[in-house]
């Protein structure tokens, strides 16, 4: 099993920068794909940005050229740097992995969570 552990987030004004950080930890061979999910108040958790080990990245078009999603393969790391950051960017932040790409039903490990809050 994996074990992730998130670090950063909290509280900004509109238009400020949050750094995410996550460090996983356990079976290499199921530390493939990492990614960053959110899940605001009353809505689904949803795929903000992934990255595979080849460096191939995906992110939610509400993210697209604000959102910056980057790996440390040696660390086991993944980190999102999110700029020009809005309101309804908050949310709870997941750091996630998996042996496989983010697809549905695909086998994914959880970090505990950070409250991320964009102040208007």
């Known amino acids: 099993q994996v074990q992730l552990v998130e670090s950063g987030g909290g509280l900004v004004q509109a238009g400020g920068s949050l750094r995410l950080s996550c460090a996983a930890s356990?079976?290499?061979?199921?530390?493939?794909?990492m990614g960053w999910y959110r899940q605001a108040p009353g809505k689904q958790r949803v795929l903000v940005a992934a990255?595979?080990?080849?460096?191939?990245?995906t992110y939610e078009d509400s993210v697209k050229g604000r959102f910056t999603i980057s790996r440390d393969n040696a660390k086991n790391a993944v980190y999102l740097q999110m700029n020009s950051l809005k309101p309804e960017d908050t949310a709870v932040y997941y750091c996630?992995?998996?042996?496989?790409?983010?697809?549905?039903?695909?086998?994914?490990?959880w970090g505990q969570g950070t409250q991320d809050t964009v102040a208007s």
């Open positions: 996630a992995t998996g042996p496989g790409i983010f697809i549905t039903g695909a086998i994914k490990y």
């Open positions: 356990g079976s290499i061979f199921a530390i493939n794909t």
């Open positions: 990255i595979t080990r080849g460096s191939a990245t």
